[in-house]
């Protein structure tokens, strides 16, 4: 909660006139505690995740044949109760994991310095701080991710779960075990621990990471795909295929970016199957065990 009682005793502690975004900001937050405004995260996650994976579902559920020629794997459909059932597992779990996560995560934003009062960040420190945030992410999630798929206890009790969907579509994208909820979500929190930010970008920071999710796993590779713009970029099509391998997957561990799996050899799979041309998810099976044949 600001600390301040009226605009003006705002403008006499930080020393200038409040710019439009801090006036909106300070009318917004004044009366809210640090709590409440923490837990905008889990309303920011209901709300985008009931109404941002709307397009793609349309999409698939219409047969458009304009739309789903760019489909990464044609020949799988779902349908509209599949999808239902995905989103009432994932709602179920937000409950029951991701509230108590915002709960308990609350004292650590306060522990690490998560600021809500004046003044805002500018535009070029929130955008560096969101960089350094996804890559912090990445790289810690990279190793998660390959454990629990190394290790043979945590894939079948508790990531087996997300890999249900050989055929991922935007809706998976946090479909998971509760406890994978609490293992992956936590590389979230480090990069806000190394540089502590304002609570806008730590809430730009979740709707961004949101957003990363359920491109990666809505099963679309449009021409206007962010790989086109992005160095790097996981995407649809890559992470598509580690969903496509499932459990026998020894690579595309990466969640953003794909520098951690070139550099320590775990795009071999894919970049195997690329070379020998064969680009469709539906193909990958035999060219995948072949390879790891070979590799292990």
Known sequence: ????????????????GLTHAETIWFKYSSNKSDFVLHFHNIIF?????SFAPIPFLLIELSGNKKLNKYKIQPKEKKSFWEMFKCYKHVIKLSFYAVLPLQIVSYAITKWIGIGTGLPLPSGW?????????????????YWLHRMVHNWDWAYEKIHKVHHEYETPFALSAPYSHWSDVLILSSPALVGPAMVPCHIITYWLWFIFRHMEALDTHSGYEFPWSLTKYIPFYVGAKYHDY???????????????????DYLYGTNKGYQYAKQIGKKTPPTYNSIDENHHSKMD
């Open 1 to 16: 909660m600001l600390p301040y009682k009226s605009l003006e005793e705002a403008e006499v502690a930080i020393g200038r």
């Open 45 to 49: 996650f209901w709300v985008f995740y």
């Open 125 to 141: 420190e929130l955008i560096c701080q969101l960089v350094i945030y996804f890559m912090v992410e990445d790289y810690t999630s």
């Open 242 to 260: 580690h969903h496509y391998v499932g459990g026998r997957s020894k690579c595309n561990f990466s969640t953003v970016f794909t520098y951690c």
